[in-house]
């Protein structure tokens, strides 16, 4: 909701708050006194065109300001305009763009009186209130149909990838053929490169390795080598055991080295013995990670890309020997999908066209109630080729409107007077209740050309769409300002020089006068009492 708006120079505004509450809230005033300059101001928050002539004279910029509660939080948005005609916008603080304001807040209001912001002007938004109308059957019947065409979409997908494989079958059958017999005749094995690289050095230095082993095992282990030196000294220190702890710990030191260097020999002329330098298994070694090379360098870049590539490949082969068969059954799912999607498309329309008589009928009424006696609505069905089928079906929706007896009935925003524009508003989100789920909506000119009991209906009906959300009501009729419950008043201001609106809350005496003015013009005891039978009947009407 519009938690409270802020006007600075803008029009004949000069400074102005305005804080309209839950509810129903009315802006009264003299002709001429701005109010509608604060409907423009709103417009303004909501991404509409501005320019330098709505700066006030004399003024630098014109500033509206609004804060707005949207799901429980807070939300505050700024809008400059400047002498130059130039826009600067803010949200939470955050500087943003016009479209960005239309964008964060154009779902929050819903102002009638200017085509431009009237959500149900526009035909796409038709369908969504039918249905919002028609409540769990067409609600059904909507999500059987959306199940219906997402599989009949999955089944065409299906039938185009079993056409595409098929045209370029003998192609791509002789690609994967060859690459599956080329890795085959390799018979590749995970991590086989990695081994074969590991054996290389061993190979190619077989005899240089083998000869520094021997070497290397003849100085630790032969006659006067490290072994018999070791050996010696620990003989010599065996000699003196346990006259210095200190020689003892060398001593135990030395045996530990005779021990390790003991292993090391050991193993050393094991590797010795066991070193290949065999030139045959050194050439074998090199062709086959030449050829694993090459299947990497067009298959890879690693040795488990070219099994994958292999995998999938036999998987191509087999659905490509399958592929008339896959073809056949590819066909006949797309034709089921088919027939299923026509079968609920026609149960949708069913369902649908089961509440248009009610609906129109509701409308009717509501329209009759407004001063639109004769008025007519209809519900056109148009049908769309299947391949422009949407979401919400094969029809595009969208309500009529005939303003009496015999005349043709034509699109919503065809219609001509801002006033029946609104009062036809009315009268639909009237019979639609919360079908239009928009939290503030702003009404001009809905008073246009009515009187009396008229406008009673017209008030109590505002009243009755407070109810759960905010309304914003720009009314010259007493009758209308009586359900309000908030009244703010709009006046205009000469004494200064120059004109200044402002606008102020009236409640209780200055209420009634507010209201006796708007029947009479001025506040006679007559007009007064008038005033305040009309309060109390609006109150007891609710």
């Keep these: 909701m519009l938690d409270q708006l802020h006007v600075r120079d803008l029009a004949l505004v000069e400074d102005a708050w305005l804080e309209p509450g839950a509810g129903l809230t009315v802006l009264t005033g003299e002709t001429g006194a701005g109010k509608t300059v604060l409907v423009e101001a709103l417009m303004l928050l909501l991404g509409e065109r501005g320019d330098a002539t709505l700066v006030r004279a004399g003024a630098s910029e014109a500033v509206v300001e609004g804060r707005f509660v949207i799901d429980g939080r807070e ?103 060859f690459l599956v017999d080329e890795v085959d005749a390799v018979s590749v ?58 020689i003892d710990a060398l ?41 694993l090379s090459s299947l990497k360098k067009k298959y890879g870049p690693d040795l488990d890309d070219v099994i994958a590539a292999r995998d999938e490949a036999r998987a191509t082969l087999d659905a490509l020997e399958r592929g008339e068969e896959g073809l056949d059954a590819a066909r006949d799912g797309s034709r089921l999908a088919e027939e299923s999607l026509q079968k609920a498309a026609g149960v949708l329309f069913e369902a649908r066209t089961a509440f248009v008589p009610t609906l129109v009928e509701r409308l009717g009424a509501m329209a009759a109630e407004l001063a639109m006696r004769g008025a007519r609505f209809e519900v056109a069905f148009e049908d769309l080729p299947p391949a422009a089928w949407g979401a919400d ?18 699109p919503l925003a065809r219609i001509g007077s801002g006033g029946e524009v609104s009062r036809v508003m009315l009268a639909l989100k009237g019979v639609l209740g919360h079908a239009d789920e928009v939290p503030v909506l702003v009404f001009d000119e809905v008073d246009a050309g009515i009187g009396g009991q008229t406008a009673l209906a017209v008030g109590r009906r505002l009243a009755d769409l407070a109810v759960g959300r905010q309304v914003l009501v720009v009314t010259h009729l007493a009758q209308v300002a009586a359900f309000a419950d908030r009244h703010l008043v709009v006046t205009k201001d000469d004494s200064a020089g120059r004109p200044v609106t402002t606008v102020r809350e009236a409640a209780g005496d200055e209420r009634v006068a507010e209201v006796a003015r708007m029947l009479a013009g001025e506040g006679t005891q007559t007009a007064l009492a008038h005033a305040r039978e009309l309060l109390a009947a609006a109150v007891s009407g609710r």
Excluded at 393 to 410: C, K, L, S, T, V
């Design 75 to 177: 939300v505050v948005a700024r809008r400059r305009v400047t002498a130059d005609g130039r826009s600067r916008c803010t949200l939470d603080g955050e500087m943003t763009t016009v479209s960005g304001l239309a964008e964060a807040l154009g779902g929050q209001v819903d102002l009638h009186g200017q085509h431009d912001h009237q959500a149900l002007l526009r035909p796409a938004s038709h369908v969504g209130y039918l249905d919002r109308f028609g409540g769990k059957p067409i609600a059904d019947a909507l999500a059987g149909y959306r199940a219906c065409r997402e599989a009949y979409r999955a089944a065409g997908e299906r039938l185009a990838e079993s056409e595409a494989a098929l045209a370029d079958r003998e192609v791509r059958s002789e690609r994967a053929r």
């Design 189 to 246: 094995s995970p991590g086989e490169d990695v081994a074969l690289q590991a054996r290389l050095p061993a190979l190619r230095h077989g005899e240089r390795l083998a000869s520094a082993a021997s070497n290397a095992f003849a100085a630790v282990r032969g006659d006067g080598g490290a072994s018999d030196g070791l050996a010696a000294a620990m003989a010599a220190l065996r000699g003196v055991e346990g006259l210095d702890p200190a």
């Design 251 to 291: 001593a135990d030191e030395l045996r530990e080295a005779a021990a390790a260097l003991d292993d090391a020999g050991s193993r050393l002329r094991d590797r010795g013995e066991g070193v290949e330098f065999d030139p045959e298994a050194l050439n074998e070694a090199e062709t086959r990670l030449a050829m």
């Design 393 to 410: 079906g094969p029809q595009r929706i969208e309500f009529m409107y005939a303003p009496g007896e015999g005349e043709p009935a034509r």
